[in-house]
């Protein structure tokens, strides 16, 4: 079966691509390629030239793509001629937590529509309005996808969304959070909720001074405290720490123990591996189509998306797999001292930050970990040089680059143009381009003008400029936020590799355990109340760091046997009992 995708944004009128496709249109004396006043078009029935043609269109703008001649009887959406496509759909399952797992935009949003009921399935007819629902359900072989879909078409399912983006909720809603979750509680829980969550201080605040932490807390109350039948949750763990993400994983699987069907999208891998009963793998290409796997066991599905082939389908998902190191392998000998402080100290209003003494060496990277709002941000503000301190010092001479946490897009040019400015010609070849520029797709991203990308790609983009600077300590803060959960390993791997290969040293603010583990030497570990008083412990050796920062969390990991990754422990479970008694938090050992 062949798919022809043309990514209209890559041909709007007078760009690269629409010349080049207006050029070769009706050459062949055909209508295979079309082009109209503001509009192309490509059919999937072109003949053998034209389609050669159109895959050598400039900027990526056309996709030709073949697929199983099966998977046209699994078609779901399709949106037009040459838009998107969906194969399949995830089934909600009564008194279990389901998860999906897959890049950023390959149809998770648009699945979710469809069980929802908010978007009927087109079954591929993009032409004509979508068939009833009577003759959506008979395409579907009988189980819970099929039973499931009876009761949405018949109204007798009640859905409650958590959306992705939870950073516009300031524009849909102006008062504060009291008044927001009042209207939607039917379940008359918001103190318990509240209280839950650990969002009671912020009750009388309106939405718009919240942090993006404090929303999603919201966001999520508001999910629960609506009465459904099935509640879907989209990248919960965004914003959170790790205290928050468990306390999320607890609160989620009390739903489905109550008899819900509970649906979640989530990138963290340790927290969905921790949270669902099964998962879904979604697999395809950007912009162009969707394939939801069955499902799968939660620790079958998460490592063969890190192995990048799935078996059951026989598909290579990734060019090679995603590989977890054992740490004893990595070099105990450290560079060179690039910066070192001390006893530092910072007021920010109502917050205090404290430091020890401490210092990074070359080819070092520092995860730093610890609760929200417990100063971390606070200082790697303050090694870059963007905000003062009270009190203590910091070593002179070593060139920073920073990526603060919130990436501005006020860049007014295209990607190619902003990476030209920030770092001339470094970026267009070499080990760089192929180890930074490409590993994280921003070579795909250059003609797109840099206020249309979306917060994954600003962020990629903002990685590689960051490590495309020549400087000897980089910062990083909160990188793997906003990319999904191939995008977050790529990015460690890209960070890692850059200051071992160049002998420089990074420090790294992070909420998934997984990139830290892969990205991390050593741990700068946070302590203290949010908002209220922080104090830096460190830098330690990372089995140590961990072990003291997961211990405060109260929780234990060990390692996959397979994949080496690290897993989180059941509580109370003979393995989560074992490490305690050994004061091993995070097992090494595979």
């Not at 008044?179 to 650990?198: A, F, M």
């Not at 790609?457 to 803060?477: N, P, S, T």
Request: glycine share 8%.
């Amino acid at each position: 079966m062949r798919v022809a995708i043309l990514l209209q944004e890559r041909c709007k009128p007078n760009s690269n691509a629409f010349k080049y496709l207006e050029k070769y249109a009706g050459l062949c004396g055909g209508e295979c390629i079309q082009v109209y006043e503001d509009q192309c078009k490509i059919l999937e029935s072109a003949c053998p030239p034209c389609l050669i043609r159109a895959k050598l269109c400039p900027d990526g703008a056309v996709k030709i793509i073949n697929l199983p001649e099966e998977l046209d009887t699994d078609m779901i959406h399709q949106f037009s001629l040459n838009g998107f496509r969906l194969f399949r759909l995830p089934a909600p399952r009564k008194r279990q937590v389901v998860g999906i797992l897959g890049p950023n935009g390959i149809g998770k949003s648009t699945a979710i529509k469809h069980l929802s009921g908010s978007l009927r399935p087109n079954l591929g007819d993009w032409k004509n309005p979508p068939p009833d629902w009577e003759d959506v359900i008979t395409m579907f072989p009988r189980g819970e996808l099929r039973d499931y879909l009876g009761l949405v078409s018949e109204g007798e399912v009640t859905i409650s969304v958590k959306p992705q983006h939870i950073d516009k909720l300031p524009k849909v809603f102006d008062g504060v959070v009291r008044e927001l979750l009042e209207r939607v509680d039917d379940r008359n829980e918001i103190d318990t909720l509240s209280e839950q969550l650990g969002i009671t201080h912020i009750l009388e605040r309106k939405l718009g001074v919240l942090s993006g932490g404090e929303l999603q807390r919201v966001a999520i109350c508001a999910t629960l405290l609506k009465e459904a039948d099935i509640y879907f949750f989209d990248e919960p763990s965004s914003y959170l720490d790790i205290y928050e993400r468990m306390r999320m994983v607890l609160i989620l699987q009390a739903l489905a123990e109550k008899g819900k069907r509970v649906l979640v999208v989530e990138h963290d891998l340790a927290i969905l591996d921790v949270l669902c009963d099964l998962v879904h793998i979604v697999y395809g290409e950007k912009g162009a189509y969707g394939i939801f796997t069955p499902s799968r066991s939660t620790r079958t599905a998460i490592n063969a998306y890190l192995d990048g082939f799935l078996a059951e389908e026989n598909v290579r998902i990734r060019d090679k797999p995603i590989k977890f190191l054992k740490h004893y392998e990595r070099s105990n000998e450290l560079g060179s001292t690039v910066l070192e402080w001390g006893d530092l100290e910072k007021k920010l209003g109502d917050f205090t930050l404290t430091t020890g003494k401490g210092s990074v060496h070359r080819s070092e990277v520092v995860g730093v970990v610890g609760p929200n709002a417990t100063g971390k941000s606070t200082m790697i503000k303050i090694l870059a040089g963007e905000l003062d301190y009270d009190a203590g010092w910091v070593s002179d001479g070593a060139k920073i680059s920073y990526k603060p946490q919130h990436v501005t897009a006020d860049f007014d040019g295209s990607v190619q143009l902003w990476l030209d400015t920030e770092m001339g010609s470094k970026w267009r070849s070499g080990e760089f381009n192929v180890t930074v520029i490409r590993a994280l797709g921003v070579d795909k991203l250059l003609p797109k003008r840099v206020k249309k990308l979306s917060g994954g790609e600003r962020q990629a983009v903002a990685i590689a400029i960051c490590l495309g600077r020549d400087a000897d300590l980089y910062l990083f803060d909160e990188p793997s936020a906003h990319l999904d959960a191939n995008a977050r390993m790529v990015a460690a791997k890209a960070i890692r590799k850059t200051m071992e290969t160049n002998d420089k040293s990074a420090f790294v603010i992070d909420h998934d355990v997984y990139f830290i583990d892969i990205v991390s030497d050593s741990l700068l570990v946070f302590e203290g109340e949010g908002a209220v008083q922080g104090s830096a412990k460190g830098p330690f050796r990372l089995r140590e760091g961990m072990n003291r920062f997961l211990q405060s969390v109260n929780i234990t990991f060990r390692r996959d046997h397979d994949s080496k990754r690290p897993r989180i422990n059941k509580p109370a479970s003979r393995k989560d009992r074992e490490q305690r008694a050994i004061g091993d938090f995070y097992s090494f050992e595979h």
